[in-house]
Structures are given as structure tokens and as C-alpha cells.
């Protein structure tokens, strides 16, 4: 499978506790964004990398949020002390970025609940 | 007022039928517009892609973009049940992260 590839896909935890997610983009692809979607509404850009570098973060994206590219393949999302108002789909996606019809792949997501 | 505005639905038509999705929006920088499809517990997929102003078709779909209204359009001829969806408009300027509405479900009822 060369799609995007998220883990896990589902997650459930109790209030304040720290949780992360892992997503690994197509393999070529130089841009990877992280998505945040409730039910009802679309997905809510938070964050997203060239490479290694984390170029733009949402303020969406409290203190409590921590996004890492270490080496510009996969990349990593953690969450301290969640909340229940955290609960929603996680979404990742990928793209060749720099390009002016740039396209973003999504995955499949993690959906996380906290309890 | 919202960047990107999406009648929720839930719209529900007959198969066979045609589908008509619809966007407005606020932000004259968008330049790049696209719509995705989203089936339950699964991430967006992209169908359709287009600059500026226009039509794009592929296949049963028809995209449109209006820029002088902020408009934009997604029509599906000869709908089947698979087309049953959440359907996503989503849109950007230059450089500046992909903004979406909030998608529209739809039943196509066989």
C-alpha cells in the first residue's frame, strides 16, 4: 500500500493523559499536514512540514499539542494531558509540495476519544 | 462569517438522478479549488481539482468555479448508491493551507 499510513487508528483515553499518533506520508512526498476533524464539520488545518521543518501551526494548536518530522519521512503527534474537547478525528496527509496544483493525500485517520 | 460556507445537508435523491453541491466563499485569494469525498470513518479523497475560474469534467463529475460570485460547484450525473457520501469542498490561495467547509452528505437512494 503507497497511500498514507496513520497508527492507530483508533485511540481511547482518559482525561490527562498524553497520547501520540503516528502518520508516515507517500514516500516521495516532501509536505506532510496534520488535520483535525469533529463530527459535523470539515477538517481544521493544525500543522503542517516541509521536510523536516514545521512551517506553519495553527492557533488552533495549543502548548498542549506537539507536532515532529525528525527526519522529514514520518512524523508524529502528541497530545499532554488530554481533554475531552480533544476528541475528534486526526487526519494526516501528504503532498509534493511547492508545486502550484499541489494535492494532499489524505490518510484514513485516528480517531481519538477521551473519556 | 465563515471563509468557506457548506449546506450540511443531508440531501438525498433518487439513482440515476443528477447532484448538484455547492460552495460559497469569502476570501477573493483563493485560487485553487478542489472536492473531496469522505466515506464514514475514512480521511477525504480527492475527485476533483481546478484553477481559477472554469469547468472541469471527469467522467460523471463536473466541477465549476465562479470567481466573480465565490462560487463554486460539483455536479454528479447518473448517481448511484456508491456515490453515498460526505462530500467536501476545499480551497486555497498561494501558499496557505487547504481550507474546507463542512461537507455536504449525501444519500443516493437505489
Known amino acids: 500500500d503507497t497511500g498514507v499510513s496513520q497508527d492507530p487508528r483508533h485511540k481511547i483515553t482518559k482525561r490527562g493523559q498524553n497520547v501520540t499518533f503516528r502518520c508516515d506520508p507517500i514516500?516521495?512526498?516532501?509536505?506532510l499536514y496534520w488535520y483535525r476533524q469533529t463530527l459535523g464539520q470539515g477538517p481544521e488545518f493544525l500543522t503542517y512540514f516541509q521536510n523536516e521543518a514545521q512551517l506553519e501551526k495553527s492557533r488552533l494548536l495549543s502548548d498542549r499539542f506537539s507536532a515532529e518530522r525528525p527526519k522529514g519521512s514520518f512524523s508524529t503527534l502528541e497530545i499532554q494531558r488530554t481533554e475531552q474537547g480533544d476528541s475528534a478525528m486526526y487526519l494526516c496527509a501528504s503532498s509534493l509540495g511547492g508545486l502550484t496544483n499541489e494535492k494532499l493525500f489524505f490518510g484514513s485517520g485516528t480517531q481519538l476519544s477521551v473519556l | 462569517q465563515k471563509e468557506v460556507e457548506q449546506d450540511p445537508g443531508p440531501l438525498s435523491v433518487p439513482e440515476g438522478a443528477i447532484v448538484s453541491l455547492n460552495c460559497t466563499y469569502s476570501n477573493s485569494a483563493f485560487q485553487y479549488f478542489m472536492w473531496y469525498r469522505q466515506y464514514s470513518r475514512k480521511g477525504p479523497e480527492l475527485l476533483m481539482y481546478t484553477y481559477s475560474s472554469g469547468n472541469k469534467e471527469d467522467g460523471r463529475f463536473t466541477a465549476q468555479v465562479d470567481k466573480s460570485s465565490k462560487y463554486i460547484s460539483l455536479f454528479i450525473r447518473d448517481s448511484q448508491p456508491s456515490d453515498s457520501a460526505t462530500y467536501l469542498c476545499?480551497?486555497?490561495?498561494?501558499?496557505?493551507?487547504?481550507?474546507f467547509g463542512k461537507g455536504t452528505r449525501l444519500s443516493v437512494i437505489a
Open positions: 476545499a480551497m486555497r490561495g498561494g501558499n496557505t493551507p487547504l481550507v
Open positions: 514516500s516521495e512526498h516532501n509536505r
